[in-house]
């Protein structure tokens, strides 16, 4: 059997070996195919990139190397992007950009002309020599950038200089430029801002990477918070440069994208209303021999903590600053003679509140249980705690009080007796207690910043254990040195000054009773004290101060800039509703009860009156209404204004009638209560 298979089985051979073959051949040949086309793949990949490279060294790219081949360099300068503009909350310009013709000189293209070229300048723009020469070799500006000289030039002088700028005057140009505009002067200032040239400090900012030299920018306000937005996008000239550094020919320019308008939360007319009222209202305070040296108000809604206006006096124009201001201009905005018009008062001076923080009081002793609404204590007219006596704002005995009533009557030595009772339970913790009044201030936002977008804000400060021993850190050298200046001399504040010098780090109660009725170290911004009432209007909403509603790109997309609510408190409806009824009283039947009767629209708030000596006394006053449904809160202060029911009070009231448009009574100063 197995011969048998002999033959077929090397036939079959055959044919295998066959099959080897021709597969062996087609491998071969795929294999060759394979090669040849990755070779060709590869050969096209080659010559598409030479003509890549051939393109752009010809079309993208030729001109630099031609000025390259030449000796010469290529030179990009930015173009600064028209900023956006600012609106308010019914879209009527508060900043805008006016196109205005701008004679601008490049000394390096003047050769010789140069000295005769500045003095006609000088003639024809009708400026001092000395001003044209310093504008035009000032080093803000980057090289080959063009310096401004004169801004708003007279059409006959722009048609005379590009008569002649091939020939009289080289070097010289006029170029129409968007002119940074306030239309309508000094009104919102402080919350506006001004711009001006970036400053080589700011230059090494991060926020500021990607400018340039001779950039402008916002120094203050919503010109500076918002700069991100308002900036834009800067665009190039692509210059051809000879060896010495003459431009011979623009290569190529990409236009600037103009920077995004803002929609403020502002409304002008109510912004117009309420500095014309703070105005009046300090000058009948200074007719009546009140210095009232500076003073702010804020009028925001309680829902959402926009700021309808802020004012804040004195004031400036911020149009002063396009283009420049003088030495002298900038020294008399920041002269103390003039109280410094540059600061914005209701977000960058703190002071004591007086009596308008005894809602925060209030707030901590019905949360911590030491009261009820209904609780009664003496309102006697002199307290006394460890020896010490203190006074209430009034001489007469005010007999047994309410919450209620002694918010009416603003009684300081109700208020006393609170603070010694949450004095008391803070000793009994050891040395590191919660502290019950700051806690409750510090849960309202104050001693932190408020997040309003604006620059500068101050935080305020609320004093206590800790903040008494950092502050007696840092002044117990100079303390204890006028100790012993003072032991010298045999002085009566020796033996304090020996006590504070050694010991000065101590929470007292003398501390306490100061905070309780907003005395002392305690320090606040008018918009800190309006965002806390507005949280007692609203029911327990900390809002987020804002002034941007939104920003509105070129192209029309809006980007929504409304913040959310810093908080929300966990107060119960009954001990804000016994502040409510309290504030209500101050109007009806308490200090500013005279100054409010017969206001057509029910008004909850308090005075305020913080001591400030030796100078005259802080007037303050913060209320909400209507009571029963608060659209408005409002928060004047008035530096030196005298008590809170004489100065700030009428001029809320007149706030008041303007934004529920009633009829507006003869703005006067009221009676000196607290």
């Given at each position: 059997?197995?011969?048998?298979?002999?033959?077929?089985?090397?036939?079959?051979?055959?044919?295998?070996?066959?099959?080897?073959?021709?597969?062996?051949?087609?491998?071969?040949?795929?294999?060759?195919?394979?090669?040849?086309?990755?070779?060709?793949?590869?050969?096209?990949?080659?010559?598409?990139?030479?003509?890549?490279?051939?393109?752009?060294?010809?079309?993208?790219?030729?001109?630099?190397?031609?000025?390259?081949?030449?000796?010469?360099?290529?030179?990009?300068?930015?173009?600064?992007?028209?900023?956006?503009?600012?609106?308010?909350?019914?879209?009527?310009?508060?900043?805008?950009?006016?196109?205005?013709?701008?004679?601008?000189?490049?000394?390096?293209?003047?050769?010789?002309?140069?000295?005769?070229?500045?003095?006609?300048?000088?003639?024809?723009?009708?400026?001092?020599?000395?001003?044209?020469?310093?504008?035009?070799?000032?080093?803000?500006?980057?090289?080959?950038?063009?310096?401004?000289?004169?801004?708003?030039?007279?059409?006959?002088?722009?048609?005379?200089?590009?008569?002649?700028?091939?020939?009289?005057?080289?070097?010289?140009?006029?170029?129409?430029?968007?002119?940074?505009?306030?239309?309508?002067?000094?009104?919102?200032?402080?919350?506006?801002?001004?711009?001006?040239?970036?400053?080589?400090?700011?230059?090494?900012?991060?926020?500021?990477?990607?400018?340039?030299?001779?950039?402008?920018?916002?120094?203050?306000?919503?010109?500076?918070?918002?700069?991100?937005?308002?900036?834009?996008?800067?665009?190039?000239?692509?210059?051809?440069?000879?060896?010495?550094?003459?431009?011979?020919?623009?290569?190529?320019?990409?236009?600037?994208?103009?920077?995004?308008?803002?929609?403020?939360?502002?409304?002008?007319?109510?912004?117009?209303?309420?500095?014309?009222?703070?105005?009046?209202?300090?000058?009948?305070?200074?007719?009546?021999?009140?210095?009232?040296?500076?003073?702010?108000?804020?009028?925001?809604?309680?829902?959402?903590?926009?700021?309808?206006?802020?004012?804040?006096?004195?004031?400036?124009?911020?149009?002063?600053?396009?283009?420049?201001?003088?030495?002298?201009?900038?020294?008399?905005?920041?002269?103390?003679?003039?109280?410094?018009?540059?600061?914005?008062?209701?977000?960058?001076?703190?002071?004591?509140?007086?009596?308008?923080?005894?809602?925060?009081?209030?707030?901590?002793?019905?949360?911590?249980?030491?009261?009820?609404?209904?609780?009664?204590?003496?309102?006697?007219?002199?307290?006394?705690?460890?020896?010490?006596?203190?006074?209430?704002?009034?001489?007469?005995?005010?007999?047994?009080?309410?919450?209620?009533?002694?918010?009416?009557?603003?009684?300081?030595?109700?208020?006393?007796?609170?603070?010694?009772?949450?004095?008391?339970?803070?000793?009994?913790?050891?040395?590191?207690?919660r502290q019950l009044i700051q806690?409750?201030?510090?849960?309202?936002?104050?001693?932190?910043?408020?997040?309003?977008?604006?620059p500068s804000e101050r935080s305020?400060?609320?004093?206590?254990?800790?903040?008494?021993?950092?502050?007696?850190?840092?002044?117990?050298?100079?303390?204890?040195?006028?100790?012993?200046?003072?032991?010298?001399?045999?002085?009566?504040?020796?033996?304090?000054?020996?006590?504070?010098?050694?010991?000065?780090?101590?929470?007292?109660?003398?501390?306490?009773?100061?905070?309780?009725?907003?005395?002392?170290?305690?320090?606040?911004?008018?918009?800190?004290?309006?965002?806390?009432?507005?949280?007692?209007?609203?029911?327990?909403?900390?809002?987020?101060?804002?002034?941007?509603?939104?920003?509105?790109?070129?192209?029309?997309?809006?980007?929504?800039?409304?913040?959310?609510?810093?908080?929300?408190?966990?107060?119960?409806?009954?001990?804000?509703?016994?502040?409510?009824?309290?504030?209500?009283?101050?109007?009806?039947?308490?200090?500013?009860?005279a100054v409010f009767a017969d206001?057509?629209?029910?008004?909850?708030?308090?005075?305020?009156?913080?001591?400030?000596?030796?100078?005259?006394?802080?007037?303050?006053?913060?209320?909400?209404?209507?009571?029963?449904?608060?659209?408005?809160?409002?928060?004047?202060?008035?530096?030196?204004?005298?008590?809170?029911?004489?100065?700030?009070?009428?001029?809320?009231?007149?706030?008041?009638?303007?934004?529920?448009?009633?009829?507006?009574?003869?703005?006067?100063?009221?009676?000196?209560?607290?």
């Amino acid at each position: 059997m197995a011969r048998g298979w002999g033959p077929l089985s090397a036939a079959a051979g055959a044919r295998l070996a066959i099959v080897r073959s021709v597969r062996q051949a087609a491998d071969r040949a795929e294999s060759v195919r394979l090669r040849l086309t990755f070779l060709a793949v590869l050969l096209l990949s080659l010559f598409v990139l030479l003509l890549a490279r051939l393109w752009f060294l010809q079309i993208m790219a030729g001109e630099q190397f031609v000025a390259e081949a030449t000796g010469n360099a290529v030179r990009t300068v930015t173009l600064d992007p028209p900023r956006g503009k600012m609106v308010d909350r019914d879209g009527q310009a508060l900043v805008r950009n006016r196109m205005t013709p701008v004679v601008a000189v490049r000394p390096d293209e003047m050769g010789d002309a140069r000295e005769r070229v500045y003095s006609d300048l000088a003639r024809l723009l009708d400026m001092d020599r000395e001003k044209v020469v310093e504008r035009a070799e000032s080093q803000r500006y980057g090289p080959f950038r063009p310096r401004p000289i004169a801004t708003d030039v007279p059409v006959d002088v722009v048609s005379y200089i590009h008569e002649r700028s091939a020939t009289r005057y080289p070097g010289v140009r006029v170029e129409t430029k968007p002119r940074r505009e306030y239309p309508h002067g000094e009104l919102a200032a402080h919350a506006l801002g001004y711009v001006g040239q970036i400053s080589s400090e700011d230059l090494k900012k991060e926020r500021y990477t990607g400018y340039q030299r001779g950039a402008v920018i916002g120094w203050s306000g919503l010109e500076r918070a918002r700069e991100p937005s308002l900036r834009g996008t800067p665009g190039q000239r692509r210059l051809e440069v000879n060896p010495a550094g003459e431009v011979v020919r623009e290569l190529g320019r990409t236009p600037p994208e103009p920077g995004s308008d803002l929609r403020l939360t502002l409304d002008t007319e109510t912004q117009r209303m309420v500095e014309d009222a703070l105005t009046k209202g300090m000058q009948v305070a200074r007719d009546d021999d009140l210095p009232a040296t500076a003073g702010a108000a804020v009028v925001m809604d309680p829902s959402d903590g926009s700021v309808v206006a802020m004012a804040s006096r004195p004031t400036f124009d911020p149009g002063r600053f396009v283009g420049g201001i003088s030495v002298d201009g900038w020294r008399r905005l920041n002269d103390s003679d003039k109280h410094y018009p540059l600061i914005n008062r209701a977000v960058q001076s703190a002071q004591p509140p007086g009596s308008v923080f005894k809602a925060v009081t209030s707030l901590a002793a019905l949360d911590e249980g030491l009261i009820t609404p209904t609780t009664q204590l003496a309102c006697p007219s002199v307290w006394e705690w460890n020896g010490f006596h203190y006074p209430n704002w009034q001489s007469r005995d005010g007999g047994q009080l309410g919450l209620v009533d002694a918010l009416a009557e603003s009684c300081n030595t109700y208020f006393f007796e609170l603070a010694r009772r949450m004095w008391k339970i803070e000793q009994s913790q050891g040395d590191d207690p919660r502290q019950l009044i700051q806690t409750h201030a510090h849960n309202l936002g104050l001693g932190q910043l408020t997040g309003v977008d604006l620059p500068s804000e101050r935080s305020g400060t609320v004093p206590g254990r800790q903040w008494k021993r950092q502050y007696w850190e840092r002044t117990r050298e100079s303390t204890c040195a006028q100790a012993e200046e003072a032991r010298a001399r045999g002085s009566d504040n020796a033996e304090l000054l020996t006590e504070l010098c050694e010991s000065g780090w101590r929470w007292r109660g003398g501390d306490a009773v100061n905070l309780a009725v907003g005395q002392g170290d305690l320090l606040v911004t008018p918009l800190q004290m309006a965002n806390v009432y507005a949280a007692i209007a609203n029911g327990g909403t900390l809002p987020t101060p804002h002034l941007t509603e939104a920003a509105v790109a070129p192209d029309g997309e809006v980007t929504d800039l409304s913040p959310e609510p810093a908080a929300q408190l966990d107060y119960p409806s009954t001990h804000l509703d016994a502040i409510h009824q309290g504030l209500i009283a101050v109007n009806e039947r308490g200090t500013a009860s005279a100054v409010f009767a017969d206001m057509p629209v029910r008004v909850a708030g308090k005075t305020g009156t913080a001591q400030n000596e030796p100078k005259e006394d802080i007037s303050w006053y913060v209320g909400y209404a209507p009571a029963q449904s608060p659209r408005y809160v409002v928060a004047v202060m008035v530096a030196q204004g005298g008590g809170g029911g004489q100065t700030a009070a009428p001029i809320t009231r007149h706030i008041f009638e303007g934004l529920f448009d009633v009829a507006q009574t003869p703005l006067g100063t009221g009676p000196n209560t607290d």
